[in-house]
């Protein structure tokens, strides 16, 4: 069996403090462990926001469209023909909700309510925006998908639906 000088351990004693006390890299290495989870963050915040911002715009285009259908006024188209009531009332909702979502994806239904201001059968494809005095519902709702895969991912298929309404009374025109 060999032996260990004394010299020898002193020696392995400096390598070991030498190395111990050596803090290159680490910062390296705090910096690969910590980013993740600061990407993932900075990434959810700004995706709920987006969604948020969607959502809020999504019920101002709501609003409007309904402030326009409650009073009767008919829009005119670019050729400047007078427009009907229920394509007014859905080019100022698409119009007002260009900024934050895609138009075309709106889902805009527009119905008389039925007793108890619950809803009718089949309002999911109603555009009717009835007579003067009738109690009426305007409802938009919009697919959002999640821009981070990992936020999308407690969302069934990655994505959330949201949903504006409005109830209103039709003036007497």
Do not use: C
Not at 93 to 113: E, F, K, R
């Amino acid at each position: 069996m060999a032996r260990i000088s004394i010299k020898e351990v002193d020696g392995m004693k400096k390598i070991s403090k030498r190395i111990l006390s050596d803090s290159r890299g680490v910062t390296a290495v705090e910096f690969a462990l910590i980013m993740p989870f600061f990407f993932l963050l900075l990434f959810a915040i700004i995706d709920f926001g987006w969604y948020f911002y969607s959502q809020h715009t999504i019920q101002f285009a709501t609003r409007e469209g309904t402030r326009l259908a409650l009073v009767g006024v008919q829009l005119k188209d670019k050729d400047g023909n007078e427009m009907s009531r229920e394509d007014s009332i859905i080019k100022t909702i698409q119009d007002n909700a260009a900024l934050a979502v895609d138009p075309a994806a709106l889902q805009i239904s527009i119905y008389p309510v039925a007793a108890g201001y619950s809803d009718p059968e089949g309002w999911e494809e109603s555009q009717n925006p009835g007579s003067g005095g009738d109690y009426m519902r305007v409802r938009v709702r919009y697919t959002y998908h999640f821009l981070t895969p990992l936020i999308g991912n407690f969302f069934p298929s990655g994505a959330n639906v949201i949903q504006a309404q409005a109830l209103y009374r039709n003036e007497l025109f």
